[in-house]
């Protein structure tokens, strides 16, 4: 009777945890002069609906449809409207949205742009909804090859995608949301040289 017991314990344990796949896809093709992007995310939740993270496949053709590269996130924590609108993405480099206001830090689920002042297209993904200081993002810089490397300085010590943007001094600038009355303000040099990034100035400025 107690292995019965247990069995059954196990088995709704195990019900309530497994997870079911809801799949989204979007199709980009005004993001880039030279690439299409296709995105897949397969969101996790279990029997009570709640969603355990995702899955993103991030599918990149040239403009011949030939599949030129597959990049795949495991995303840990996403807002439900994270990836829910296929128009909410943004491209420096077409001019795609780039008008569009970036609430709460968010510019979007996919952002082209040039991140290290080559000339090249590159690309950062949602990685992570965050919080008060907005999303986190994956940058991906277009190698020699044209094949998207990721960039650990960008992703790991920058993380929100740069308010401003100044190629002339290879120059990025977060704005990131400190405490109730001030935003951290981010400066960081790209040494094109060196192919390094160096934060050079860190300030509070008072909203």
Not at 10 to 26: D, H, K, N, P
Not at 77 to 98: E, P, W
Request: charged fraction near 25%; proline fraction near 1%.
């Amino acid at each position: 009777m107690y292995r019965t017991i247990l069995l059954y314990l196990v088995f709704w344990i195990f019900s309530l945890t497994s997870f079911s796949g809801f799949a989204q896809e979007c199709i980009h093709t005004n993001l880039s002069r030279h690439f299409d992007f296709k995105i897949n995310i397969l969101r996790n939740s279990d029997t009570s609906g709640y969603t355990h993270g995702a899955k993103i496949d991030l599918l990149i053709y040239n403009k011949q449809k030939a599949l030129h590269q597959k990049v795949s996130l495991e995303c840990q924590f996403l807002f439900d409207d994270a990836y829910g609108q296929c128009d909410k993405v943004r491209s420096y480099v077409t001019g795609q949205n780039v008008n569009k206001e970036a609430l709460d830090n968010d510019y979007g689920d996919l952002i082209v742009a040039d991140l290290n002042f080559d000339g090249k297209e590159d690309f950062a993904i949602k990685d992570d909804s965050g919080g008060n200081g907005g999303p986190f993002y994956k940058f991906y810089i277009q190698q020699k090859d044209h094949s998207f490397k990721e960039d650990n300085f960008l992703s790991e010590k920058v993380g929100h995608f740069p308010a401003e943007i100044y190629p002339d001094l290879k120059t990025i600038v977060t704005h990131v949301h400190a405490n109730v009355r001030e935003h951290g303000e981010s400066t960081y040099h790209y040494n094109s040289k060196l192919k390094k990034w160096r934060r050079t100035k860190h300030i509070y400025v008072r909203d």
